[in-house]
Each structure stands twice: as structure tokens, then as C-alpha cells.
């Protein structure tokens, strides 16, 4: 298939799915309404707070001085007191902001791209106040069950962490030793701003393509994209 068929199946797509928008403005509307209405209410006040305290002290070598009395689990995991500061600002942090903590490493050379990925696979779970606040608070009804899903993704976390222990991480120290600076402040306050509206963005796109997909499935299949679109959450 040529680069000029790709080109004119892309600009059906986009006029196939403006179409498809407009004639149902309405639903749109409404489910627009309601994943910002979650947003601002919910993931804002659970996330913005604890993210941006994290993002500053991952600045510093907090996480590296709390990882020097963990000498043994250390050599279990197969890093170093850096490398077990990471990964604790990153269990801490949440995804995706543990995403951008792998990559602000990476970018500033104190990780190798191995050494990256192996974080990226093992690491990527829900923020303790999201589940606490959200999961626990909202669904559950009961705080203590969103602190008992927190426990169990570090504990698969660990568990991952123990199994690809074959590719060390040894990262580099960070320069700045126990000081927060006025710069890691803002830094802090704007990339936790972004990942949240990120995460806002997220969840309108996937809900609305949800929506559009659901127009032309069969009945039978609704409940599958329904149970889909609730892991967007």
C-alpha cells in the first residue's frame, strides 16, 4: 500500500469520525461533562498534591539516604542505594509521574537505557492516594481496602523487581544532596500539572472513542467495551 492510500484512508478516518462526533453531540456532551466532572473533583485533589511532593524530593537524595539502611534488599534486587531510591520515589510517585522520573534519570545520565526499561516494566502502579481516596473512598467504601491494593501492587512490584534482577541498576548520584531549590519547586509544580491534565486528556479521548466504537458493535459485545473503558479509569 503506497504512502498517497495511507494518506486518503487516514482522511476518511478523520471525516468518518467528525461526522460521527457531530451527530452525536449530545452523548458527547454529556459524557464529556461527566469524565472532567470525576477529574476536577476526584484525580486532581487524590494525585496534584502527593505527585508534587514526590517530584521534589526525587530532586533531592531523599530516597537515596532512606535506601542506605537497605543494604540486603539492595544486593536481593540487584542494585545499588541510588538505584533503590529510584525505584522507591517511583512506587511512591505513581504512573505515569514514575514515568517521567525514569525519564528525567535517563535524560540526565544517571541511568542506562536497560536500566530504564527494567524500571518501566516493573513499576508502573496506581498512586496510594488514588486508590485510598478513589478506590477505597468511592467504590469500596472503605479506606483500608484501597491501602490493601496499594500493598499488593508493591508487593508485585518487588516481586518483578526480584525476577529481572539479572540487569542491575546502577545509578548515578544526584548532585544536588539534600537541599530543595527554588527551581525544583516550579519544575515539580508544572510537570505534576501536566501529567494530571495529561490524565484528564487521557480519559476524554478514550471515553468518547468508547462511546463512537460502541455505535457499531452488537448488543453482546457492549458489555466488553464497557468493562474495556472502566480500566481507563
Known sequence: MSGDDMTSIKKILLILFVILFFSNANAISALSKEILTFWFEQLVPSMFVSIVLIQILSSTSFFSDIAYGLKGLCKVLNVN?????????????????????????????????KMAYRLLYCTPIATISFLMMNVGTQM???????????????????????????????????????????HSVSSALFQSGLIVFLIGGYLLMFQTLSLLINLFLPSSLENIMKIISEFSY
Open 81 to 113: 542505594q541510588e538505584g533503590l531510591g529510584l525505584i522507591i520515589s517511583c512506587l511512591l510517585a505513581g504512573c505515569p509521574a514514575s514515568v517521567v522520573l525514569i525519564n528525567d534519570a535517563y535524560q540526565k545520565q544517571r541511568i542506562t537505557e
Open 140 to 182: 469500596f467504601h472503605n479506606i483500608k481496602a484501597g491501602l490493601f491494593l496499594w500493598l499488593i501492587q508493591i508487593i508485585s512490584s518487588f516481586g518483578l523487581l526480584f525476577l529481572t534482577s539479572r540487569t542491575p541498576i546502577i545509578a548515578n548520584p544526584i548532585t544536588e544532596k539534600t537541599q530543595i531549590k527554588k
